[in-house]
């Protein structure tokens, strides 16, 4: 394991000017902060998580605020260093980040996430069409885009996959050099290939899905290929600093008030219909396959 954040100095970075009073035993000025991982543009993200923020406040009694992190490694550094407390990480985020901080915790995850999937879509213009084998030769020599660098479905579990078909890596694999869409998430690479400015790309299938409902993607100019085997992903990983912040215990309540909730407009912001709890343990695989690809860092 990693060099972990001591809880003292967690508490200083979170907690700037508490006292020895406040919320169930804890800190008087305490407050919890959230953030996500960019997986879409940045400017949606606020919005989706105002009725987030407000739902917890009045749940919990105590004052929430949401905190916008640029990039995927801003996300998990920002955890690391005890500035955010409730994180809406990929499955990798997640296992990095709690690789770093001792104590943290998988809380809850979306009712799709222990069975999510990438989808490897085409321009249209590569006559390309669905298949229940990997496209292997038919994409070779076009161009592929990942996600994000850090993606578990944009980057991560597409890579394995790719590695346990071909027995290559993707820069191995492709011809052309491998491209990543390292500002706009999913949204970006599904973008990229509707337009052509790159033949095929690999995201997550909710994104697609819900950008195919909402209009905002045409399915006959960016058609799914391919769909990757099962896998665990998305969660929210909660820090320890919580416990101190709040008071022993703190950490279940939060649990509870994420599963219990029903309300569509806060579940918006994970774009999911329902939370179900998670542990660590949950995402075992995605550190296995991490860290046989490198991807630990």
Request: glycine share 8%; aromatic share 10%.
């Amino acid at each position: 394991m990693r060099p972990v954040v001591a809880a003292a100095t967690a508490a200083l970075l979170v907690l700037p000017g508490c006292d020895n009073g406040g919320t169930a035993g804890g800190d008087a000025d305490a407050k919890m902060v959230i953030t996500a991982i960019p997986d879409e543009k940045i400017s949606d993200q606020e919005a989706k998580f105002q009725a987030l923020k407000d739902y917890l406040a009045k749940s919990l009694g105590v004052p929430v605020e949401f905190s916008i992190s640029k990039d995927y490694s801003a996300a998990v550094k920002r955890f690391e260093n005890g500035e955010v407390h409730l994180v809406w990480f990929g499955g990798l985020t997640g296992v990095q980040a709690r690789d770093r901080v001792e104590g943290a915790r998988a809380i809850a995850q979306g009712q799709a996430d222990p069975q999510f999937k990438t989808y490897f879509i085409a321009n249209a213009s590569t006559g390309l069409a669905k298949s229940d084998a990997f496209p292997g030769e038919a994409i070779k020599d076009l161009t592929f885009t990942f996600g994000s660098p850090s993606s578990t479905s944009g980057r991560l579990m597409p890579e394995f996959f790719i590695k346990q078909n071909t027995g290559k890596s993707a820069a191995e694999f492709f011809s052309k050099p491998v491209q990543f869409q390292k500002q706009g998430g999913h949204v970006a690479t599904a973008k990229a290939v509707e337009a052509g400015s790159v033949q095929v790309g690999a995201l997550n299938f909710k994104t697609y899905d819900s950008m195919v409902a909402e209009g905002k993607l045409d399915p006959a100019k960016a058609p799914i290929i391919w769909i990757t085997p099962d896998y665990a992903d998305y969660n929210l990983t909660v820090h320890p600093a919580l416990e101190k912040a709040f008071g022993e215990g703190f950490t279940d309540k939060l649990q509870k008030a994420l599963v219990d909730c029903t309300d569509p407009d806060v579940l918006k912001a994970f774009n999911r219909e329902k939370l179900i709890p998670a542990k660590n343990e949950d995402f075992s695989g995605i550190r296995a396959v991490a860290q046989e690809l490198d991807l630990m860092r």
